[in-house]
T-cell receptor, first 113, second 111 residues
Framework: GENVEQHPSTLSVQEGDSAVIKCTYSDSASNYFPWYKQELGKGPQLIIDIRSNVGEKKDQRIAVTLNKTAKHFSLHITETQPEDSAVYFCAARIIQGAQKLVFGQGTRLTINP | NAGVTQTPKFRILKIGQSMTLQCTQDMNHNYMYWYRQDPGMGLKLIYYSVGAGITDKGEVPNGYNVSRSTTEDFPLRLELAAPSQTSVYFC??????????FGQGTRLTVV
């Protein structure tokens, strides 16, 4: 069935450094790839998304890249700050009938001061 | 707008009891979803709905039921609660092919 793999499961970086989280998806028909940030005790919130007709999208310190041929996409956070510490989830919308949104396993990002 | 509202926020159930997790959204989204999140794990899709009167199973539907009588509401029913259903439950809604908005979650413990 549909599958989204996310790596690494945990990531620790020094404040000011960059962080990269990678995801792969199984269904080549997927066309929408959001990234969510989940803070402790809260629901996931969208931070950036990309559609399959573009290869890269940037919003201030956050960027997402998409490689449709390899079926993988990545989240890049530059100049990390303590408030970036959270769990991050990638997702892919699988185009089979009703377009279910399938999530990766999550990455716990810790920014060390 | 309130967005996606889930009630209750916390609940403790005894094995074999039943309960309904409520979810309502005020964004007129046609898609609604129920996910569960186990400790240290990602979000697993339980059920979803593409519009009033239409529901379908996700990855882990066993032990749950849903209904969608209105666009706004998408309750999740647990019959005969089991310890394996201890989890945090998230409801979400979206338009077709756009961002999904999540509720704050319901933390359920079955003892």
């Amino acid at each position: 069935g549909e599958n989204v793999e996310q790596h690494p499961s945990t990531l620790s970086v020094q404040e000011g450094d960059s962080a990269v989280i990678k995801c792969t998806y199984s269904d080549s028909a997927s066309n929408y790839f959001p990234w969510y940030k989940q803070e402790l005790g809260k629901g996931p919130q969208l931070i950036i998304d990309i559609r399959s007709n573009v290869g890269e999208k940037k919003d201030q310190r956050i960027a997402v890249t998409l490689n449709k041929t390899a079926k993988h996409f990545s989240l890049h956070i530059t100049e990390t700050q303590p408030e970036d510490s959270a769990v991050y989830f990638c997702a892919a919308r699988i185009i089979q009938g009703a377009q279910k949104l399938v999530f990766g396993q999550g990455t716990r990002l810790t920014i060390n001061p | 707008n309130a967005g996606v509202t889930q009630t209750p926020k916390f609940r403790i159930l005894k094995i074999g009891q039943s309960m309904t997790l409520q979810c309502t959204q005020d964004m007129n989204h046609n898609y609604m979803y129920w996910y569960r999140q186990d400790p240290g794990m990602g979000l697993k899709l339980i059920y979803y709905s593409v519009g009033a009167g239409i529901t379908d199973k996700g990855e882990v539907p066993n032990g749950y039921n849903v209904s969608r009588s209105t666009t706004e509401d998408f309750p999740l029913r647990l019959e005969l609660a089991a310890p394996s259903q201890t989890s945090v439950y998230f409801c979400a809604s979206s338009y077709r092919d756009s961002e999904a908005f999540f509720g704050q979650g319901t933390r359920l413990t079955v003892v």
